[in-house]
């Protein structure tokens, strides 16, 4: 089972800035299977980037993907208020899906 | 427009069965795979189990295998997921999920229900 380990945990940061979130694998991933997603307090998860850096519809273009093979990368380039929330990464692999465990995007 | 309609929330006791449900519309309900999520109290997300409801073919977390029974009746366009004997442990929100095709992610999610077991 690939495990994805998502860092950091938190991340305080303060509207108008850029934030950098990581998700490494434990072994190599398609970019094809890797996606991200964000979720708010009592809310269901919302598909944010699918492909590794495909932008689902709707998703404005401040949030980007990146990175390959074990190393992934979600960059919200300047922070809106209504983008402080939980982010998780999700792979696909030999017919098994495995989130990150999270990583806490919270205001300064 | 694309829903997944879940079922509402649930109390019960450990040693108790129960089934939660799924339902889709807005789209063909067959030709997409359905999966389920678990959300612990204060935890993450953790993929449980997905089913293509044409054929009912069906994948398994080890996680969860043997502890949960996936099922979908295309007549009604619902999956279900559903547990013989509930434990204390297994109370959490439960979301079910479409799988896009081609890039194998979710979606569209439902609004999640909440399953609470006492023992």
């Known amino acids: 089972e690939i495990v994805l380990t998502q860092s950091p945990g938190t991340l305080s940061l303060s509207p108008g800035e850029r934030a950098t979130l990581s998700c490494r694998a434990s072994?190599?991933?398609?970019?094809?299977?890797l996606a991200w997603y964000q979720q708010k307090p009592g809310q269901a998860p919302r598909l944010l980037i699918y492909?590794?850096?495909g932008r689902a519809t709707g998703i404005p273009d401040r949030f980007s993907g990146s990175g390959s093979g074990t190393d992934f990368t979600l960059t919200i380039s300047r922070l809106q208020p209504e983008d402080f929330a939980l982010y998780y990464c999700?792979?696909?692999?030999?017919?098994?899906?495995?989130f990150g465990q999270g990583t806490k995007l919270e205001i300064k | 427009e694309v829903q997944l309609v879940q079922s509402g929330a649930e109390v019960k006791k450990a040693g108790e069965s129960l089934k939660i449900s799924c339902k889709g519309s807005?789209?063909?309900?067959?030709?997409?795979?359905i999966g389920w999520v678990r959300q612990m109290p204060g935890k993450g997300l953790e993929w449980m189990a997905i089913?293509?409801?044409?054929?009912?073919?069906?994948r398994y977390s080890p996680s969860f295998q043997g502890q949960v029974t996936i099922s979908a009746d295309k007549s009604t366009s619902t999956a279900y997921l559903q547990w013989s004997s509930l434990k204390a442990s297994d109370t959490a929100v439960y979301f079910c999920?479409?799988?896009?095709?081609?890039?194998?992610?979710?979606?569209?999610w439902g609004q999640g229900a909440l399953v609470t077991v006492t023992s």
């Open positions: 492909g590794a850096s």
């Open positions: 089913i293509y409801p044409d054929d009912s073919d069906t």
């Open positions: 807005g789209y063909s309900f067959t030709s997409y795979w």
């Open positions: 999920t479409r799988r896009s095709s081609g890039y194998y992610v979710f979606d569209y």
């Open positions: 999700q792979q696909y692999g030999s017919s098994q899906y495995t």
């Open positions: 072994r190599s991933v398609s970019s094809t299977y």
